[in-house]
Structure formats: C-alpha cells, structure tokens
C-alpha cells in the first residue's frame, strides 16, 4: 500500500472497514461500488463477478502475461543491425514491438540483417532490452544418396 500510495498517477486511499461476517470478495465488490473504485486481484473468479457487477478489475495474473517477453533465450530470430552498441564490437537492433536488442560481434553488420539468438532478457523502469549473439548456422547433413545399381 506505502508503494501505491507514492505513484503519482494513482489515487490511493485506505478506508477503515469494520470486521463482520460479509465473505470477504462480496464486502470488496461492495466497496467498490460505494467508492467507485478498481479491484486490483490474482483472484479470476473475483475478477469474474467485479465485471458482472460493472467494476473496472486488472488480474495481475493478466498483467505478468502481457509483460513477458515475447522471445526467451535460445530462441533466434532474425534483426536487422540500425546502430552500434556501447561497447566494442556490439550492434543494435529492434524488435517489431519496439525492443531494443544489443547483438554482439555484430558492429561489422551494420545495416545488414542478421540471424540472433536470445541469450537474456531485462526487464528496467525504462523498458526492456535483449541481449543477443550472432546465431550459428548449423546445417543438416546430407545423407548420402545410394541409388540402386542398374546393372542387371
């Protein structure tokens, strides 16, 4: 609650409520509604019945899903290198969704497009950032092909 109280953008404010034998997601509906209020809640049944009743809910189960990354590390992809990196050796590109991915040994690729693959992933207050390497294209071997003799 001290958290929530310091966002700027919020409006906190913590009501007194006295104890008695109202179910405890039945008194937060109430609640609510008197103060016009958003329910806040990992609870999906809570959240469920809050938006029959017309009150604005975020499931914070929602909100650590719509905040995952996209790709995890192992996984490649394809950017193409706009900049270069701060450190030597280092070129940037961006995702689709607009994060940026730093790609290293990758400053002799500028402008070009090239195959990464996720080595990590970070979540700041500014936004999110991956970090990358230059994938390694493994190519499949070829099975040497026996054809039938043709001699008869």
Known sequence: ????ERVIYVNTEILQD????TPVDERLIELAKENRGLIL???????KVAATEKID????NDLALVMRSEFLPGE?????????GSNPK????Y??????????????????????EFV????????????????????????PSRRKSQKR
């Open 41 to 47: 809640t990992c609870d999906f049944n809570l959240a």
């Open 120 to 143: 990590r992933f970070l979540q700041t207050s500014a936004g999110k950032m991956m970090f990358a390497k230059i994938a390694t294209e493994t190519k499949a071997k070829k099975k």
């Open 18 to 21: 006295e104890l008695d034998r």
């Open 57 to 60: 809910t975020l499931n914070i």
């Open 95 to 116: 995702l689709p969704d607009g994060t940026m991915v730093v790609v290293d040994n990758a400053a002799s690729k500028l402008n070009s497009v090239v195959t990464v």
């Open 76 to 84: 490649k992809l394809t950017v193409k290198i706009i900049s270069l």
């Open 90 to 93: 280092q070129g940037v590109g």
């Open 1 to 4: 609650m001290n958290e929530l």
